[in-house]
């Protein structure tokens, strides 16, 4: 099946120390996605390419970064993670083309040590 | 800016009953409407969507209503089982620039008891 994909499931990192990560769809979706959720609450969105135009949010802290080295790929850096960065994140793909809605990655849960 | 207004949890049903979410919107033009239901430690799954005035959209059930008269997609069940138990997100899709965002309402969680 044609699939958002996202590694690890579960990342723990410490304070401080960088940590990257991953997506990959296979469903050939122009657009991509990175969301923050934290417990109780709704999707975030942080920021989204539309092929290899990046958009990010306004109030997206600087600490977040991202990457799309193809169309299957993307990456959130997050370069110094605070207490507060602890949380789901979620990638989701859709095509401008077609206009599908949104087809969400099962996550990873970020916790910070 | 468009916006989306959910009826707030939680709610807790037995198994059977009759469930009604009510979600209602603001927006410019004419928005696509979504349910999505998240699972524990899953993400989002897209549950039924409706693109245009008095469209219905249906799945596993779970039916929802464009109504433009009243700006509502609210989400209704006939009779709810345990494995609803669920988070569920009402959102609208745009038509101003920037469409492919969503926009979340804040989430229902339900739970159903046998």
Known sequence: DAMVIQNPRYQVTQFGKPVTLSCSQTLNHNVMYWYQQKSSQAPKLLFHYYDKDFNNEADTPDNFQSRRPNTSFCFLDIRSPGLGDAAMYLCATSSRTTGQPQHFGDGTRLSIL | GDSVTQMEGPVTLSEEAFLTINCTYTA?????????????????????????????????GFEATYRKETTSFHLEKGSVQVSDSAVYFCALRGTQGGSEKLVFGKGTKLTVNP
Not at chain 2, 45 to 60: H, I, P, R, W, Y
């Open chain 2, 28 to 60: 410019t033009g004419y928005p696509s409407l979504f349910w999505y239901v998240q699972y524990p430690g899953e993400g989002l799954q897209l549950l039924l969507k409706a693109t245009k005035a008095d469209d219905k959209g249906s799945n596993k």
